[in-house]
């Protein structure tokens, strides 16, 4: 079945180690996003991509590396982990004026 | 900067309907986006206005007023089921790249 797959779907880490969240999609839509979602806050925008090996910043960036070799993936690492982000990290993905579709999302902790 | 607004909770009664609003100030506008979220799931996109006016989808209608920055989605025939948050996103036209910038989102608690 077609559609966009995140993992891990939980993962517990330590402050300081670097993690890698996965996206896949198998739409071939040209625009993935990275969005975190925490309480009082909403949906906010990490990184997006427009095509393959285009990225750009959203509006909370800092501390999140992202790359785009293929169009199907879009991973997002945080290269060194702080308690400030622990959330649920939700991918999605679109074609230009059309909806986002979401993952089910990686609810990430860190101790 | 983008401000949207709606508001945190609403309780309604089964088989009732339910108006949820959202008003928006941002840098520019190419459309309004309606999310359903059950806890602990991913959003799910219900609805998509561009233009004025009401678009009808099922028990689901959603209306724009570009002049006035306002939107609001509409549930009738309420069912246990629809208890969810409700997020409003907008899609400035300036970014270019289909971003949307989201809402805090509104949480609806359907009674018996």
């Known amino acids: 079945d077609a559609g966009i797959t995140q993992s891990p779907r939980y993962k517990i880490t330590e402050t300081g180690r670097q993690v890698t969240l996965m996206c896949h999609q198998t739409?071939?839509?040209?625009?993935m996003f990275w969005y975190r979602q925490d309480l009082g806050h909403g949906l906010r925008l990490i990184y997006y991509?427009?095509?393959?090996?285009?990225?750009d910043k959203g509006e909370v960036p800092d501390g999140y590396v992202v790359s785009r070799s293929k169009t199907e993936n879009f991973p997002l690492t945080l290269e060194s982990a702080t308690r400030s982000q622990t959330s649920v990290y939700f991918c999605?993905?679109?074609?230009?004026?059309?909806?986002?579709?979401f993952g089910d999302g990686t609810r990430l902790s860190i101790l | 900067g983008q401000n949207i607004d709606q508001p945190t909770e609403m309780t309604a009664t089964e088989g009732a309907i339910v108006q949820i609003n959202c008003t928006y100030q941002?840098?520019?506008?190419?459309?309004l986006f309606w999310y359903q979220q059950h806890a602990g799931e991913a959003p799910t996109f219900l609805s998509y206005?561009?233009?004025?006016g009401l678009e009808e989808k099922g028990r689901f209608s959603s209306f724009l007023s570009r002049s006035k920055g306002y939107s609001y989605l509409l549930l009738k025939e309420l069912q246990m089921k629809d208890s969810a948050s409700y997020l409003c996103?907008?899609?400035?036209?300036?970014?270019?790249?289909?971003?949307?910038?989201f809402g805090t989102g509104t949480r609806l608690t359907v009674i018996p």
């Open positions: 739409w071939s839509h040209s625009y």
């Open positions: 996103a907008v899609r400035p036209d300036q970014t270019g790249a289909n971003n949307l910038f």
């Open positions: 941002t840098s520019g506008f190419n459309g």
């Open positions: 206005n561009v233009l004025d």
């Open positions: 999605a993905s679109s074609d230009l004026n059309q909806p986002q579709h």
């Open positions: 991509s427009a095509a393959a090996d285009i990225t």
